[in-house]
């Protein structure tokens, strides 16, 4: 009787073990590919719009408000006036002589949607300048002589009040400017040095947000 020892038949058992193993775990050394590696590249941040959103553009009012009552309880942005001494000519507005030519314009200044009133007596002092106000209104009289062209940065020279798109009369900029003339409001994109005061002529000038809606004011009669 032949024995067969038992180290003998565990031989190929072992071996064929082995391979079963090899070929599951992808061990052996073919050329079957490998894990692959992975690289993720970082998420970029989404660049920021290079210009911000423009600014609500306000509209002008259908219905008339009278324009006294709608400008004469506004609270005053600045103090007193101060008169220039010697009572001298500021940016060719002299004091007054006689009186032959006598109209009137509106400077309306908005703060953050708050209208302004002007300081009462703006070139009404020792004298009375060619140029100035009475009252908070921001009505300017315009009186002379004779007929005569004057222009916005004459009035704020005399008020002694920087007037720029960056920054106007103490208000930060960026500072809009509009007209409103004959029942209709227009957006002025120049320079504000160049407006001029015409009769029946509203300038207004906004810092920050603006209202949605600008009054269409009724001129009282004689003016």
Request: aromatic share 8%; with cysteine; glycine share 12%.
């Amino acid at each position: 009787m032949t024995i067969i020892s038992t180290r003998v038949l565990r031989l190929p058992f072992l071996a064929i073990s082995s391979l079963f193993l090899l070929a599951a775990c992808g061990c052996g050394g073919g050329d079957g590919p490998g894990p692959v590696a992975t690289n993720p590249q970082p998420t970029q941040p989404t660049p920021a719009p290079t210009n911000p959103p423009a600014a609500p553009e306000p509209v002008l009012a259908a219905a008339y408000t009278d324009l006294v009552a709608g400008t004469a309880n506004n609270a005053p942005g600045w103090g007193t006036w101060v008169e220039p001494a010697g009572r001298v000519p500021v940016s060719g507005v002299a004091c007054l002589g006689a009186v032959n030519f006598h109209k009137h314009s509106l400077v309306s200044i908005y703060k953050e949607g708050t209208r302004l009133g002007l300081p009462d007596n703006v070139g009404r002092g020792g004298c009375t300048y060619e140029l100035h106000t009475h009252d908070v209104m921001g009505m300017v009289h315009m009186e002379g002589a004779a007929e005569k062209k004057y222009m916005l940065p004459q009035f704020f020279a005399l008020w002694n009040q920087p007037l720029g798109v960056s920054g106007t009369a103490g208000l930060a900029g960026p500072v809009r400017f509009y007209l409103i003339e004959k029942e209709v409001l227009t957006r002025y994109t120049g320079d504000p040095a160049a407006l001029e005061l015409v009769p029946y002529r509203e300038i207004v000038i906004i810092s920050g947000a603006a209202p949605a809606v600008l009054p269409k004011y009724r001129w009282p009669t004689g003016l």
